[in-house]
């Protein structure tokens, strides 16, 4: 059976799990990053305020309710399928289902929004393309953090167990900091072993980069960046 390493924080990692389950894996779990809600001021939010725009289904997850309460009667762009049901759960009332890419997204969002004001839910840790592809636009961004992501770091006592002193078949890499915590792992005397042989599959080419080749381990890049697309390369296994 397939050893497969989930780096993902919760829930996410559980869900992931499950999946994994049922395509005939073993899940270990080792999440790598944490998230954790940040103090926002409702009322901060500008009268102007055309559309809210969401790449990340944690935004909505650590949003505040009453600045929810705000802003859910405001059309949402959700980057995609799960960003899209989180929306939903947390009470916005009209939300669009986008493409699964938060560039492509902002594309999308540029050609309908040029010259408004756009408020965008979102983690202290992003990506820019998103907000700059916008302001090229002349689109108005105004950035609610709503939470925040933190790196975790693991003892080789916490692991060892973990792994049951076997090796890992594969890792899967949801984010470029849990991407430069899995290098800094893969590299540890005492856990080369374990990763000797790893395969490691990245959501995207921007976090296999964070990843780096300093290891010469394995990487394989998703199609999309979507976990469907991830589990579908893993289960393609090249």
């Known amino acids: 059976m397939l050893r497969v390493l989930v780096t993902r924080p919760e829930p996410g990692a559980s869900r992931t799990a499950r999946k994994l389950e049922e395509m005939g894996f073993e899940p270990l779990l080792l ?16 009268e ?3 559309v809210v725009a969401i790449t990340s289904a944690n935004a909505v997850r650590h949003a505040p309710r009453d600045l929810i309460a705000v802003l859910s009667n405001l059309p949402c762009h959700a980057v995609g399928r799960r960003t899209a049901e989180a929306a939903r759960k947390a009470g916005f009332l009209s939300v669009n289902e986008g493409p699964g890419d938060a560039e492509a997204l902002a594309d999308g969002m540029a050609i309908a929004f040029s010259g408004k004001t756009i408020v965008y839910l979102c983690g202290r840790v992003r990506f ?24 975790v770091s693991y003892s080789d006592e916490a ?4 792994i049951s ?7 899967l890499l949801y984010s470029a900091m849990a991407a430069a915590e899995m290098q800094t792992l893969a590299r540890r005397l005492t856990l080369q072993q374990a990763f000797e042989k790893t395969r490691f599959f990245a959501l995207s080419a921007r976090i296999a980069a964070a990843f780096g080749d300093g ?6 890049v998703a199609a999309r960046p979507d976990e469907e697309a991830l589990l579908a390369l893993l289960r393609a296994r090249p």
């Open 128 to 151: 820019p393309a998103f907000e700059q592809k916008l302001e090229a636009a002349h689109a108005q961004v105004h950035a609610v953090e709503t939470y925040d992501t933190l790196a």
């Open 159 to 162: 692991i060892l167990p973990l």
């Open 48 to 50: 102007d305020v055309a």
């Open 215 to 220: 290891t010469g381990k394995a990487m394989h």
């Open 31 to 46: 999440p790598l990053t944490e998230t954790m809600a940040l103090p926002v001021d409702a009322k901060a939010i500008p």
């Open 165 to 171: 002193g076997q090796s890992v078949d594969a890792v």
